[in-house]
């Protein structure tokens, strides 16, 4: 009796000690922001407009978005730093097509986990599509946003909108921000710390660590509520995805903002869906729903930056309406609602007939593609 009290004392301790570690790399996640904004300034001045001259294009940034996810595998990670670059003078239109191409990059990691079902032919098949479904929701996003942004400024006016609601007489949310006060000590014990490095160099140095500080805080973030939630989560799975799409939608932005990551939450999926135990129609709200969950980083981020904030809320709210618009637009319209699913059921079946078709779709749409198109668009 005595041990398994202990035992259960033990577990509850173990507990308290994870959510406190979940708590102290949520608030270097938020310093962390703030380091690449200050960061940028301090290594830019006022020219950081011509040193990112190179992603006025807006598919070269959108490009640059994609690359740049697919290789960190966290479309969290990328608009953190996205959020903190445009605090610190990175052009707003300029940011835009960088998240769209963060929400296509980040698909990539579940693409990558469904080959572990390569061995068996219809499971393998299963677990592709319910993937890839993924991929082609947001690609057909930015097949529609993406003209509409580019002649209409459609995204950037209602986040600047949104932004203008947190922020009188452009003044910014420090004299409210108890987060960004909490942030002060550790961004400017940083600041300090490169000052002998100049201007440049120690900007540079700054970003980098910001870079880093972000990579680790959500890398280890996301082990640990993997630990904590990741039971509940399934239970809630279970329980929601099979009564409706708009009660899949809603469990996957509510799991996705508890684990801070449409990756892991998606990633989760995909073996439920390998083994049967949902169908594509399934899981596909789900997905959806994963979009606007992992939002609430950059929403996060965004409360904490060095610099001009209210350009901060504004890229980090057209994210969300980004994501939340793509759900009502393609979900909304009958004819749109399935196309993704049907595309990524004939990629499915192709792929385990052949498995270098898997091969090929992954290197092509993550890296190759848009490799050749950066090459293009530099070229002009």
């Known amino acids: ?57 807006p598919f070269a940034g959108l490009v640059v978005g994609t690359v740049a996810t697919a290789l960190i595998q966290s479309s969290s990670t990328v608009t953190s730093i996205i959020v903190g670059l445009v605090a610190g003078g990175l052009p707003v239109s300029v940011a835009v097509p960088m998240v769209m191409g963060a929400n296509i990059g980040t698909s990539i990691t579940n693409t990558i986990v469904s080959l572990g079902h ?20 947001n690609l057909f996003c930015v097949v529609i946003f993406l003209p509409l942004e580019m002649a209409f400024g459609l995204l950037e006016k209602c986040g600047s909108w949104l932004a203008s609601l947190f922020v009188v007489e452009n003044a910014s949310l420090n004299s409210l921000n108890l987060v960004k006060a909490a942030t002060v000590p550790v961004v400017h014990t940083l600041k300090h710390s490169v000052d002998s490095f100049g201007t440049a160099a120690g900007g540079s140095l700054l970003i980098l660590v910001g870079i880093v500080m972000i990579f680790l805080s959500i890398h280890y973030v996301g082990r ?23 009660s899949g939608i809603c469990s996957g932005t509510v799991v996705t903002m508890l684990v801070q990551s449409s990756s892991t939450s998606t990633s989760l999926m995909v073996p439920l869906a390998g083994s049967g135990a949902f169908g594509l129609k399934e899981i596909y709200p789900f997905t959806l ?92």
């Open 118 to 137: 390569v061995r068996a032919k219809d499971e393998f098949s299963r677990a592709f599509s319910a993937a890839t479904v993924h991929d082609f929701f």
């Open 224 to 246: 640990l509520l993997k630990k904590l939630m990741v039971g509940r989560a399934k239970d809630i799975m279970h329980a929601a995805i099979g009564k409706g799409p708009v």
């Open 289 to 380: 729903g994963a979009n606007i969950g992992t939002c609430i980083t950059a929403l996060l981020a965004a409360t904490a930056v060095t610099g001009n904030v209210s350009a901060a809320l504004q890229i980090a709210f057209i994210h969300l309406v980004y994501n939340v618009l793509g759900v009502l637009v393609i979900f909304g319209v009958p004819f749109l609602r399935y196309l993704p699913v049907k595309s990524a059921l004939w990629l499915g079946d192709m792929a385990s007939e052949n498995k270098l078709v898997a091969l090929g779709y992954i290197l092509g749409v993550f890296f190759v593609v848009p490799g050749l198109c950066l090459g293009v668009t530099s070229m002009f």
């Open 1 to 57: 009796m005595s041990t398994t009290v202990s035992g259960t004392h033990s577990s509850e301790q173990g507990s308290v000690t994870q959510w406190a570690s979940v708590a102290i790399l949520v608030y270097f996640l938020i310093c962390a922001v703030s380091v690449i904004g200050s960061g940028f300034k301090l290594a830019t001045g006022d020219h950081a407009r011509e040193m990112f001259e190179f992603a006025t294009n």
